[in-house]
């Protein structure tokens, strides 16, 4: 395996209070097997507040992973640990680091708000913005997420996404 490297097995619900407790590094590196994560981790991967980088393995041939995940390396589902081990190699060799959050506050706070269903004027209402201020914000979600609308980005159940959003993000920004 790659010289001054140990690996350690994390269940997803630990991996996942660790990170917010940032317990980790940009520097540490993350083997995904697709089967053995969750929505949780999926979505810190998305909005870029997942640290240091990851190696995805899919358990199927072919997954659609939005553009937050393709500035991380995906290996074949039957990759062997010559090519994990070279994935690794690479992978710190490289000094490209995820940018984290990517999403504004005020970003966070509309897509909370999108998740639970709640319309346009609703949301401009309570952030007291103008629904146009909602609306770009929305889009600059969407954007940011790498999609084109919001189905594109975040094809999940909207209970898994609330999990995640701190607190803070889900109440009113002023």
Not at 20 to 26: P, R, T, V
Not at 52 to 61: A, R
Not at 75 to 81: N, P, W
Not at 147 to 171: H, M, N, Q, V, Y
Request: glycine share 4%.
């Amino acid at each position: 395996m790659a010289i001054g490297h140990s690996i350690k097995r994390e269940t997803p619900r630990n991996l996942v209070d660790k990170i917010k407790k940032n317990k980790y590094k940009n520097s540490d590196i993350f083997i995904l097997n697709m089967s053995n994560f969750c929505m949780k981790i999926s979505y810190l991967i998305s909005v870029g507040e997942f640290p240091g980088q990851i190696i995805i393995i899919p358990t199927k041939d072919k997954n659609n992973f939005n553009h937050a995940f393709m500035q991380h390396t995906i290996l074949d589902r039957k990759a062997t640990i010559e090519e994990i081990d070279s994935a690794i190699k690479k992978v710190t060799a490289s000094k490209k680091l995820f940018k984290k959050n990517i999403l504004s506050e005020r970003e966070k706070s509309v897509f909370s708000y999108i998740i639970d269903g709640k319309s346009i004027s609703f949301i401009s209402l309570r952030l007291n913005i103008s629904p146009k201020t909602t609306y770009a914000h929305k889009n600059s979600v969407i954007r940011k997420l790498g999609g084109r609308t919001f189905f594109d980005i975040w094809p999940i159940e909207k209970g898994c996404i609330k999990l995640i959003l701190d607190d803070s993000t889900i109440a009113d920004v002023h």
